[in-house]
T-cell receptor, first 113, second 114 residues
Framework: KAGVTQTPRYLIKTRGQQVTLSCSPISGHRSVSWYQQTPGQGLQFLFEYFSETQRNKGNFPGRFSGRQFSNSRSEMNVSTLELGDSALYLC????????????FGSGTRLTVV | GDSVTQMEGPVTLSEEAFLTINCTYTATGYPSLFWYVQYPGEGLQLLLKATKADDKGSNKGFEATYRKETTSFHLEKGSVQVSDSAVYFCALNNFRGSARQLTFGSGTQLTVLP
């Protein structure tokens, strides 16, 4: 059974650019969540999608957005990148988000220069 | 809001030593509790979980018991190995309506020396 796949693994972008990250959940999982991990702030929740609908959103500016497709694959987009957006972005999938049985991907390491 | 407080690291132990990493939480209702582990350069792996009070989660020699009276979920292992060196995160998942999200502790870096 394939795990959660995130692409790309590494990205380097320039301040002011935008970026799109992709996440393919485990087959059959309908809930996809995104987290940002930084040394200073730790792991912070970005948003969660279930059946193409955003169910929950963390405390991040509107520059951070996401979507989920009918096949449950998800993308997150960050516009007008800032240096502080440099982080490891983790995607997690779950059958339905209940009981919290989340499986995480290996993450996308974004560096903003 | 919900929060998780973890024992400050880093923790350094010799191989075969006993491990305890403390975790306490603040949450309304009846959250599910988790321990995740992160190896260098990788994402998070679920180590164990407990979904109700007095449940004990266990995996690979690690154990944690959901204590509602002390709002704690301490991680223990009787004999650590070098391969257990990693960062350990305590987390909770509290359900509010249909919303789901994990709230994490700050993580505890564990280094096991041979």
């Amino acid at each position: 059974k394939a795990g959660v796949t995130q692409t790309p693994r590494y990205l380097i972008k320039t301040r002011g650019q935008q970026v799109t990250l992709s996440c393919s959940p485990i087959s059959g999982h309908r809930s996809v969540s995104w987290y940002q991990q930084t040394p200073g702030q730790g792991l912070q929740f970005l948003f969660e999608y279930f059946s193409e609908t955003q169910r929950n959103k963390g405390n991040f500016p509107g520059r951070f957005s996401g979507r989920q497709f009918s096949n449950s694959r998800s993308e997150m987009n960050v516009s007008t990148l800032e240096l502080g957006d440099s982080a490891l972005y983790l995607c997690a999938s779950s059958p339905d988000g209940a009981t919290g049985g989340y499986t995480f991907g290996s993450g996308t390491r974004l560096t903003v220069v | 809001g919900d929060s998780v407080t973890q024992m400050e690291g880093p923790v350094t132990l010799s191989e075969e030593a006993f491990l305890t990493i403390n975790c306490t939480y603040t949450a309304t209702g009846y959250p599910s509790l988790f321990w995740y582990v992160q190896y260098p350069g990788e994402g998070l792996q679920l180590l164990l979980k407990a979904t109700k009070a007095d449940d004990k989660g266990s995996n690979k020699g690690f154990e944690a018991t959901y204590r509602k009276e002390t709002t704690s979920f301490h991680l223990e292992k009787g004999s650590v190995q070098v391969s257990d060196s990693a960062v350990y995160f305590c987390a909770l998942n509290n359900f509010r309506g249909s919303a789901r999200q994990l709230t994490f502790g700050s993580g505890t870096q564990l280094t096991v020396l041979p």
